[in-house]
């Protein structure tokens, strides 16, 4: 079994106020679960983090009852039984990132849904497995408003994430290594990456050392406190002063 150690911290909502995070975590006995939720882009949709705490429920039960079931069908099927028992439409439904990291005695394999890396470092160096398609379209200027979020959300032309669609299970970004090759591997959501994506605080080998050596929460603090260095988002244009932040560090070599 790998060693595994895990950071969680609460941001602040688009109003700058507390608020409970919407970062699920789960870790199983040969898996590792993290998801972030969206903010809803309607007020009269349940919120993007009970959508995800339902998500990570429903596909922890899916791979414990069925360990070895492909994962992009596991999720599939977890978006599919949340929709049913809670009549979510699509289009019309909160949604919510979903990264998953699974090993046994012969491979470690990752599926990414959306912007929660996840990180593999071992004798292939470091292999970062990252869902590009919304940050692109952010940095294009596609997502402008919430019209353009809903149109472009699991569309061809737009990018794919977990909402009642089933279908966007199939749109992950995958990798697998062989275990004996694998040393670590990190796991974040976007309110930690952007401290290396956006922020150039450090790189994701930098991120594994001080996580190794000071422990997960450590990077955390770092991500924070260049954001309180920056209270008005001048430097760094964000819609949030502090986003939710998850930090999850599997050590396979120990």
Do not use: C
């Not at 949604?95 to 491979?107: I, M």
């Not at 470690?108 to 590009?132: I, K, M, Y």
């Not at 697998?176 to 796991?187: F, G």
Request: proline content about 7%; cysteine-free; overall charge negative.
């Amino acid at each position: 079994m790998p060693e595994i150690s895990t950071a969680e911290r609460a941001g602040v909502g688009s109003d700058g106020h507390p608020r409970p995070t919407e970062d699920h975590v789960a870790l199983l006995d040969r898996a590792v679960l993290v998801l972030d939720g969206a903010t809803s882009p309607s007020p009269d949709l349940p919120p993007g983090g009970w959508y995800a705490g339902l998500l990570r429920d429903q596909l922890a039960a899916e791979l414990r009852t069925r360990p070895r079931e492909d994962l992009g069908v596991a999720l599939a099927n977890a978006i599919t039984a949340v929709a049913r028992d809670h009549g979510l439409e699509p289009g019309r439904s909160p949604s919510s990132t979903v990264s998953v990291v699974r090993w046994d005695e012969s491979e470690v394999e990752a599926l990414v849904l959306a912007d929660s890396p996840v990180v593999a470092f071992g004798r292939f160096g470091t292999d970062v497995v990252s869902d590009d398609r919304l940050m692109s379209l952010r940095d294009g200027g596609l997502l402008q408003t919430g019209a353009d979020v809903r149109r472009r959300r699991n569309a061809a032309d737009g990018f794919w994430v977990a909402e009642a669609d089933p279908a966007a299970a199939h749109k992950a970004v995958r990798r697998s290594w062989p275990r004996a090759d694998v040393e670590a591997i990190l796991i974040a959501t976007d309110g930690v990456a952007i401290g290396v994506d956006e922020y150039g605080l450090f790189d994701w080998p930098e991120v594994l050392q001080i996580a190794k050596n000071k422990g997960p929460e450590a990077v955390l603090d770092a991500v924070r406190a260049a954001e309180n260095d920056d209270p008005h988002a001048v430097r760094w244009p964000r819609a949030k002063r502090h986003d939710d932040q998850v930090l999850v560090l599997a050590e396979f070599a120990k």
